[in-house]
Structures are given as C-alpha cells and as structure tokens.
C-alpha cells in the first residue's frame, strides 16, 4: 500500500508563506496525478491543485491561483504546495493525494491532512 504524509502546516500571519510537502512511502511510486484538498470547518472538502506527473500540467481552484504553485520532487515520491499570500479564508486541513488512474479528479490514496491556520 502507498502510504502518504503531509508536513509543513502551522500558524501563519495573512500575508504570509508556507509550503507543505507530501511523501510517499510503501511501494514503487509512480502516480498518474498528485493533488491537495483542503476541508475547513463545517465546509465541503474543496479541491485546491493537482499536477499530473508525466506532462507537469497543473490546475488551481480559482481562489487560489496566482498565490499557491503545486510541484513535483525531483524523486518522484514527493509532491509540494507553496502557498503565498495567504489569506484566513485558507485556513483548513490540507491533504494530500495520490492517483494511479488517467485522471487528475479521481484519486486513491489519501494522507492524513496538515492543518494550516491563518490569522487576520
């Protein structure tokens, strides 16, 4: 089984930067597709990002494009979420995923999330 964890969350000031980071572990690991979620209290979780590993095409949820920048690490088993400008609205858990299947939505494997808070 691929086994994922998320670090790098903490306490920011609006404005401020964090970058998450995401390892795999377990077995060979070669996705299809890395993606972030977050999920905020009492909220849906919200797709944030995704790369796809062999072209590199990202996406961005609206909200956030322009401040955040999904990339891969140069050993393939890690995956990064700079975040920039942050705003209280990204406060969440953020978690991480892994897909194996052609699909940059569809994805099977999960980490156990890193919270990200931001004050005003």
């Known amino acids: 089984q691929v086994q994922l964890v998320e670090s790098g969350g903490g306490l920011v000031q609006a404005g401020g930067s964090l970058r998450l980071s995401c390892a795999a572990s377990g077995r060979t690991f070669s996705p299809y597709a890395m993606g972030w979620f977050r999920q905020a209290p009492g909220k849906e979780r919200e797709y944030v990002a995704a790369?796809?590993?062999?072209?590199?095409?990202?996406y961005y949820t609206d909200s956030v494009a322009g401040r955040f920048t999904i990339s891969r690490g140069n050993a393939k088993n890690t995956v990064y979420l700079q975040m920039n400008s942050l705003k209280p609205e990204d406060t969440a858990v953020y978690y991480c995923?892994?897909?194996?299947?052609?699909?940059?939505?569809?994805?099977?494997?999960w980490g156990q999330g890193t919270q990200v808070t931001v004050s005003s």
């Open positions: 995923a892994a897909g194996l299947k052609s699909s940059m939505r569809d994805y099977d494997y």
């Open positions: 790369i796809n590993y062999r072209s590199l095409t990202t």
